[in-house]
């Protein structure tokens, strides 16, 4: 973006290259979407049948892990995540099919510069997919593209990203910082008017500016002392940074940023308010209320359009493993209570692994485990 004068379009325009430029452009928006998207990207998750065991062997779970040639699994859920927190949207192509019909790759898709291509009856509401890229238009049909996007009331077709929400914070913080370099370049602490009662001819009032900008002017120079000569008298005719409210106004522009991305201060390196609530429940809540639930999205869609490639029974899906994330296991333990409570109370286990979403299987898992407990006694 060119000094901050092209702002942020309006989402209803589908113009999103601007909002991609933002993640190198605006360095908030870079920190909270580098924090969310590696932290989804390396939040394990699991391959379930209907029974709720774990399959740890799978053409999926291979695809997954090793999804194209040029990247890794988490590599793609990165792309994924970071695409849905700048444009709303992320496109994965299901490519190199197999005899049955399975792809054997899948490659991200630059969200930026896919096209929908509306379909015509209610029953197909989505007909292709344009690429345009390279100079070059390809057209992928409906069912060779992924498409996993946020809740947008806006519109049914494209999704509404939390940069869209956060643009103005965005822009305003850029502004902000472009002014600031502006202050320090041009003329850092001194602004104001250089007086005598002299009358002073062309070559003198010359002599005094050059010399008076050549010794105080660019941040390099500021806070110098300056000597005035000759009856001159300096008088200040320009707004302080104090009085513009200069650092609250930052602040403020940055926690609009943080909130709607839904990153807590701490994360982002901010421990102002690291005395009230500590790191560790600051990234407790990060994952309950962020991390997981993106995931979830992200794993429900791939259950849902991806899956059935390799299961044509739809009997499997994808979940997050909660009980891998170590600022949760805290909650694994009140679980685990509470199922033990629950099974003196005479609940039935198959009830109490659903209910509580414990991480292993039904009967299976639960006699597993039964048999590791009295190998101890």
């Not at 909270?32 to 390396?42: Q, R, T």
């Not at 997919?129 to 069912?143: E, I, L, M, Q, S």
């Not at 077709?157 to 041009?186: H, K, M, Q, T, W």
């Not at 009085?243 to 901010?270: C, N």
Request: positive net charge; hydrophobic residues 40%; glycine residues 6%.
């Amino acid at each position: 973006m060119n000094g901050g004068k092209n702002r942020l379009p309006s989402p209803a325009a589908h113009n999103y290259a601007p909002y991609v430029e933002a993640y190198a452009d605006k360095p908030w928006v870079y920190c909270c979407v580098s924090i969310i998207a590696e932290s989804v990207s390396s939040t394990e998750f699991l391959l379930k049948n209907a029974a709720g065991d774990i399959i740890t062997k799978h053409d999926i779970l291979e695809l997954l892990y090793k999804p194209n040639p040029f990247m890794t699994g988490r590599q793609l859920r990165q792309w994924i995540c970071a695409s849905l927190e700048l444009t709303g949207n992320a496109y994965i192509l299901k490519d190199a099919p197999r005899a049955d019909g399975a792809p054997r790759e899948l490659f991200p898709l630059l969200s930026h510069l896919v096209e929908i291509v509306p379909g015509t009856t209610a029953a197909e509401p989505i007909q292709g997919y344009k690429y345009r890229a390279g100079g070059k238009t390809a057209y992928y049909r409906a069912k060779d593209v992924i498409q996993i996007k946020y809740f947008n009331p806006f519109d049914f077709f494209y999704g509404l990203s939390p940069l869209a929400a956060a643009r103005s914070a965005a822009d305003s913080y850029e502004a902000a910082e472009i002014y600031n370099r502006s202050f320090f370049d041009n003329s850092a602490t001194l602004s104001g008017i250089l007086s005598t009662e002299t009358k002073l001819d062309d070559a003198s009032r010359s002599r005094i500016i050059k010399s008076w900008t050549d010794k105080y002017t660019s941040a390099a120079k500021a806070h110098k002392v300056a000597l005035l000569e000759g009856g001159l008298k300096w008088q200040s005719i320009g707004m302080s940074q104090r009085d513009m409210d200069f650092i609250s106004g930052l602040k403020l522009s940055r926690e609009a940023i943080l909130s709607i991305f839904h990153v807590p201060p701490a994360l982002a390196g901010i421990f102002d308010h690291a005395p009230q609530y500590n790191t560790r429940e600051q990234q407790r809540i990060f994952y309950q209320t962020c991390v997981l639930p993106k995931m979830t999205l992200i794993l429900e869609a791939l259950t849902e359009f991806l899956l059935p490639d390799f299961d044509k029974k739809r009997e499997l899906y994808l979940t997050p493993d909660a009980s891998a994330i170590s600022v949760l296991k805290d909650d694994e333990e009140t679980r685990a209570k509470c199922a033990k409570l629950y099974l003196e109370m005479g609940f039935d286990k198959d009830e109490v692994i659903n209910a509580l979403g414990l991480p292993f299987g039904l009967s299976g898992g639960y006699k597993k485990a039964k048999r590791r407990q009295n190998k101890k006694y």
